[in-house]
T-cell receptor
């Protein structure tokens, strides 16, 4: 079973920041938080991952709370092409267990 | 750079037929993963290989499913005999050295068993 909880859907206005929450209250000390997204009919796309510290790359920022029980993925300036299902994953070794994710709708 | 390449992109066949799905991982990656995605069950890990050796096949649904990785640049997932409930999108992913490196996914094979 997935070890994360995400809202099933969210809306965000185009050009605004999209903040996607994730709860992972049972995370262990050596487990990473990963984010992937899946645009319709494509394979999942890796976005970002982190352990304790906040992370940023060209796609997004990942904010992890100090107790590591939750995190937020931030897309700073959402575009229509960011419409997708976003998966928050707690990774245990080599295996990735996908949950149901959050369906993000970007509104024009 | 070439990503993970899967073939065919679409496959339609009649039940009872043998189906073979193919995957070429990213060059240099030494872990390979097969997933299946359906509306009902979402994305499920079927099996994964590290250095061409199957490590965990606990997600393979039945003996009708088999997977091989004869070398570092090629893997197959075979279903024999196929059944309508096998209809799904099958994804292959690869990563470097498995643990904690991101997996990179192909575009999938959409399989329909009539």
């Amino acid at each position: 079973d997935a070890k994360t909880t995400q809202p099933p859907s969210m809306d965000c206005a185009e050009g605004r920041a999209a903040n996607l929450p994730c709860n992972h209250s049972t995370i262990s000390g050596n487990e990473y938080v990963y984010w992937y997204r899946q645009i319709h009919s494509q394979g999942p796309q890796y976005i970002i991952h982190g352990l304790k510290n906040n992370e940023t790359n060209e796609m997004a920022s990942l904010i992890i709370t100090e107790d590591r029980k939750s995190s937020t993925l931030i897309l700073p300036h959402a575009t229509l092409r960011d419409t997708a299902v976003y998966y928050c994953i707690v990774r245990v070794g080599d295996k990735i267990i996908f949950g149901k994710g959050t369906r993000l709708h970007i509104l024009p | 750079d070439a990503g993970v390449i899967q073939s065919p992109r679409h496959e339609v066949t009649e039940m009872g037929q043998e189906v073979t799905l193919r995957c070429k991982p990213i060059s240099g990656h030494n872990s390979l993963f097969w997933y299946r995605q359906t509306m009902m069950r979402g994305l499920e890990l079927l099996i994964y290989f590290n250095n061409n050796v199957p490590i965990d096949d606990s997600g393979m649904p039945e003996d009708r499913f088999s997977a091989k990785m004869p070398n570092a640049s090629f893997s197959t997932l075979k279903i024999q005999p196929s059944e309508p409930r096998d209809s799904a999108v099958y994804f292959c992913a690869s990563s470097f050295d498995g643990s904690y490196q991101p997996q990179h996914f192909g575009d999938g094979t959409r399989l329909s068993i009539l």
